[in-house]
């Protein structure tokens, strides 16, 4: 896990005004394929290992490669689940493939199901679960998903594991939160199972920043450390969400704008997303902010922004520290596209991991 997934030859390193490394002139690596591992064993996985190679325009893929190491995405890995049912007929789901992102772990997933194996869905999601660094938790927005995380694994380095943590009441799970307290405890339940104890990293997009804020200051009440609190255009509660009157169709257009468009969504966990939605938008939402005691690295989206739109100011009567405002040059649901995270992911490398500079 400590080699690098490519090597890009630099005739000069790119340096700022102040003679540092310019992290964000850095090219974008092209990912060729790993040159070992284990190749196909039947058709089936020499055609997935195709479709994984096809789509993440690489030269060859290997049946153990991680399809998220290799440069997917949540928008590629879209393509890889429509190409799998168009293919070979195979119905693999964006959660399975973040379960098993492995061409041998699709097949042994598929194998599973079949033979009546039941595939349990946790409220954390494992985007990349090996490594030695601290991980980092990302927290769903609107959506209830946080498969919307997975563009920052490739520029996180292979040695950061990454989480997203996921809604409740879906599927088989009826859990349903009576308060905003209530989830955060649950969500740190399910964040110490892979990390006991601090120092912790926390992630929120949208809705999920203010999940995260919630968190951070339950974990620092708590005697933990919280090293790193990062908001991507998300804002302090007020009452103007409650003039809204969305339909469930809002879930699913929120879900397309992310990058599932070409994923054919049941019917019933639109549903299932849409009642979850509105209950953690009411607890959320319902509720003032604590203080968190640090520094809070905050991404906003500069694109689409009205005269009273909020600004990462507002955050200051609930953080002590300094509020470090980085522009991302998109709308605020295209912040998790390719490019933007990409961006949201340079800026987060230099925080986590300054000496990198």
């Not at 595939?119 to 990302?138: A, V």
């Not at 920052?152 to 943590?165: A, E």
Request: net charge negative; proline share 8%; with cysteine.
């Amino acid at each position: 896990h400590m080699v690098p997934s490519a090597f890009v030859p630099l005739a000069s390193l790119p340096l700022t005004i102040n003679g540092k490394l310019d992290v964000r002139a850095l090219p974008a690596p092209e990912l060729t394929g790993p040159a070992g591992g284990r190749g196909p064993r039947n058709p089936r996985e020499e055609v997935l290992c195709g479709l994984f190679a096809e789509v993440l325009e690489v030269g060859r893929v290997g049946i153990d490669d991680n399809f998220f190491d290799l440069g997917g995405h949540s928008l590629s890995a879209t393509r890889v689940v429509a190409r799998t049912r168009s293919t070979l007929g195979i119905e693999v789901s964006l959660q399975e493939l973040f379960h098993a992102p492995t061409v041998a772990g699709i097949c042994e997933l598929v194998d599973s199901r079949d033979a009546g194996g039941a595939q349990p869905t946790s409220i954390l999601l494992r985007l990349r679960d090996r490594g030695s660094r601290p991980p980092l938790f990302c927290v769903h927005p609107a959506t209830g998903l946080a498969w919307c995380y997975t563009g920052l694994l490739q520029h996180l380095g292979p040695d950061r594991p990454v989480y997203g943590l996921q809604t409740r009441g879906i599927g088989a799970d009826t859990t349903r939160h009576a308060s905003l307290a209530e989830l955060v405890d649950d969500y740190l339940d399910h964040v110490r199972q892979v990390q006991p104890t601090g120092p912790y990293h926390l992630l929120g997009w949208s809705l999920g920043g203010g999940i995260a804020h919630a968190m951070a200051c339950r974990l620092q009440e708590q005697g933990e450390e919280v090293a790193l609190l990062a908001m991507m255009d998300a804002y302090p509660p007020d009452d103007s969400w409650r003039d809204d009157q969305p339909t469930s169709n809002w879930v699913a257009e929120l879900m397309e704008r992310e990058g599932a468009g070409q994923i054919r969504l049941d019917p019933e966990l639109i549903e299932e997303l849409f009642a979850a939605s509105m209950r953690n938008q009411d607890i959320v939402l319902g509720e003032t902010p604590g203080l968190f005691h640090g520094d809070l690295v905050f991404f906003t989206a500069t694109l689409g922004r009205e005269p009273d739109t909020p600004t990462s100011d507002e955050w200051s009567a609930f953080i002590d520290g300094e509020v470090l405002d980085h522009s991302v040059h998109c709308e605020h649901l295209d912040m998790t596209r390719p490019e933007p995270l990409r961006e949201i992911a340079m800026e987060l490398v230099r925080v986590l991991e300054p000496s990198a500079e």
